[in-house]
């Protein structure tokens, strides 16, 4: 038996949400646990340990049983999530999954590299800008690039003001080749335990319409802005 994978929820088929894949039927697996504690994170429940007794230990061949079984059964998207789902033992998930027809998206940090990067469909890089609190590891950030060698690879990047924006545009120069989707910050997170907590919906507007106008004044052409499309059509609440 391979180790098992700490597992916060299994829901959906939902859509995607927000970046590259916005908009595409999915089922989330979002694992539990996280190496960084960013200020402004919304998935505290799949982050801070006092909800970790939520979290099961599950055989790859479980969480495939149960993709199966809420997919009906047809081959999907499956997005990784968390939490950062690098510190979770996902390869034998990924493989037996790819030999079922699933494929596999994986959004994490940057901070972990794994060698079954190489295996997913896609990765989105997301790495924390100033307003999270957070610092990037560079290094190990560009270890995650090479571990997934030939996988489509994004960047994602959430912008919460000024600081991130110009972070974000440093960022976009170190990797050039690297599509790069930028992300209004929600400033209203759920509180763990709390999905019905009220988002600020006028506040996300207002900063998603400053951020289309900063990358429109700096010519910045190559950027995608897109808001969070489930937090417009849902808010906080989770399992959506
Ligand atoms: S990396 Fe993601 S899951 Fe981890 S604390 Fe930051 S926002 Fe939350």
Not at 231 to 240: F, H, K, P, Q
Request: aromatic share 8%.
């Amino acid at each position: 038996m391979s180790h098992p994978i700490r597992v916060s929820e299994i829901f959906g088929p939902t859509i995607q949400g927000e970046g590259a894949l916005i908009g595409q039927p999915t089922v989330f697996v979002r694992t539990g646990g996280c190496d960084y504690r960013c200020a402004w994170c919304d998935s505290l429940h799949a982050v801070d340990a006092d909800y970790r007794h939520t979290w099961a230990p599950m055989q790859a061949e479980a969480v495939l049983a149960e993709v199966a079984r809420l997919s009906g059964g047809r081959p999907i998207l499956v997005t990784l999530s968390g939490g950062n789902p690098a510190i979770q033992p996902l390869g034998p998930l990924i493989e037996a999954g790819r030999t079922q027809g699933y494929r596999f998206a994986m959004e994490t940090q940057g901070s972990v590299a794994r060698d079954w990067f190489a295996d997913l469909d896609m990765l989105v890089l997301s790495p924390k800008p100033p307003s999270s609190g957070m610092g990037v590891d560079w290094v190990a950030f560009g270890a995650c690039l090479s571990a997934a060698g030939e996988v489509r690879a994004v960047l994602k990047i959430v912008v919460f003001d000024e600081a991130d924006y110009q972070w974000a545009r440093e960022v976009a120069g170190r990797y050039p080749s690297l599509p790069l989707y930028l992300q209004p910050g929600n400033h209203t997170p759920p509180p763990p335990g709390d999905d019905a907590a009220a988002v600020d919906h006028a506040g996300i507007e207002a900063r998603m319409r400053w951020l289309v106008g900063r990358v429109v004044a700096d010519g910045w052409y190559g950027a995608t802005v897109l808001p969070q499309l489930h937090v417009t059509l849902w808010g906080n609440t989770r399992g959506v």
